[in-house]
C-alpha cells in the first residue's frame, strides 16, 4: 500500500544548530504512529516540514506519492489540505463556537464569498455536524470553544481535521495538556479513526506508556535520525537483538540498536 505521508531524508538547521539530519519516516493509511525524543529533538521541526509551514534545507515531503516540494501555491495549498494538524493547545478560536471551529477546516474548500460573509454551504455545514458527532460533541456545537473543557476542545480540534477531509494528522503533543481521562479519549478517538477512516496518524507524545498502549509503532527523533523504538519488530528478531549485540538496520524506521533501546526504556 502506497504511504498516506513520507519524510525522506529531511535535513534542517538553524544557523548552527542542525536540528534534522536525515531523518525519514513513512506512515501507512490506517497506521497510528507515535514519534517520541527528548525535548528539542526537532520533533515540531519535523511536523513543520511535513505540513510544508517549513521548508527543509534537503530531503522530500511525498503526501499520497506527491511531492510538496516544487509544486505551485495553488497544488501544494491541495496536498496541504490532505494533511490535519492537532496541536498541545488546540488552536480553536476561543470566541466561536464549536461548529464554527469546525467550519474553519471547511475554509479551503470554501468559496470566497461564503468564508468572507460566514455563510458556508449546507453541505459544509453537515459534514462539520457529522465530524462533531463523531467525535461525541454534537451536543455542544453552538457551546463557545472558551467554554468547553481541555479535552472537549481537543476533539474539537480533530472534528476540524475530519471536517477538512484529511488522509493524515499530525498531532504536536495532543494530550500534553490534558488530564489522564481526558487524555486517553483523546488517543482512544485517534486510535479508532485509523481503523475506521484509514487515516494516517503521526502523534508526538512524551508519556511513555501511552505510546506502548495505543501506537502501532514508536519511531524515536534522536539526533537529527529516527529510529524505531520497538513492537513493530517481529518477536523472534526482537529475541534476537536481546541477544545480539549487533545493530540491525538504521533509519527510516528501522534503526535498532539493542543498546539503544534498553536505554531508552531506562529514561522512560
Ligand atoms: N524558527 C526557529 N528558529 C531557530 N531555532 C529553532 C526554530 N524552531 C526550532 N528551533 C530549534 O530547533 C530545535 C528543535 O525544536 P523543536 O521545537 O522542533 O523540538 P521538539 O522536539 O518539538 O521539542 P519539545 O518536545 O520540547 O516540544 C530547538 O533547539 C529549537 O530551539
Redesign the pocket.
Known amino acids: 500500500m502506497k504511504p498516506a505521508i513520507e519524510a525522506i531524508d529531511l535535513a534542517k538547521s ?1 544557523e548552527s ?1 542542525t ?1 534534522l539530519d536525515g531523518a525519514s519516516l513513512s506512515i501507512r493509511p490506517g497506521e497510528f504512529v507515535a514519534l517520541v ?10 511536523f513543520r516540514c511535513m505540513t510544508g509551514l517549513t521548508a527543509p534545507d534537503a530531503g522530500e515531503v511525498r503526501v499520497a506519492g506527491v511531492p510538496l516540494g516544487g509544486l505551485r501555491a495553488r497544488d501544494l495549498a491541495r496536498v496541504r489540505r490532505r494533511i490535519g494538524v492537532v496541536f498541545q493547545q488546540y488552536n480553536l478560536v476561543r470566541r466561536l463556537s464549536a461548529l464554527d471551529n469546525v467550519l474553519a477546516g471547511r475554509l479551503a474548500d470554501a468559496a470566497a464569498w461564503r468564508v468572507a460573509l460566514g455563510r458556508f454551504s449546507r453541505s459544509d455545514r453537515l459534514l462539520a455536524a457529522a465530524a462533531l458527532d463523531r467525535v461525541g460533541l454534537l451536543d455542544h456545537a453552538h457551546q463557545r470553544a472558551s467554554t468547553l473543557s481541555g479535552g472537549q476542545q481537543q476533539r474539537v480540534a480533530i472534528a476540524r481535521a475530519l471536517a477538512q477531509e484529511s488522509s493524515v494528522i499530525l498531532a ?2 495532543p494530550v500534553a495538556s490534558l488530564d489522564p481521562d481526558s487524555a486517553e479519549m483523546v488517543l482512544t478517538l485517534l486510535k479508532q479513526l485509523t481503523a475506521e477512516k484509514g487515516l494516517a496518524i503521526c502523534c ?1 507524545l ?1 508519556q511513555h506508556a501511552l505510546a506502548e498502549r495505543f501506537c502501532d509503532r514508536i519511531l524515536e ?1 534522536r539526533g537529527g535520525r529516527i529510529g524505531l523504538q520497538d513492537e513493530a519488530v517481529p518477536s523472534f528478531a526482537r529475541a534476537w537483538q536481546s541477544l545480539s549485540p549487533v545493530r540491525v538496520s538504521q533509519n527510516a524506521g528501522t534503526s535498532l540498536s539493542p543498546e539503544g533501546r534498553h536505554r531508552r526504556r531506562v529514561e522512560a
Open positions: 538553524f544548530n536540528v525524543g527528548p525535548s528539542g529533538a526537532g520533533k515540531s521541526t519535523l504536536d503533543e508526538t512524551h527523533l
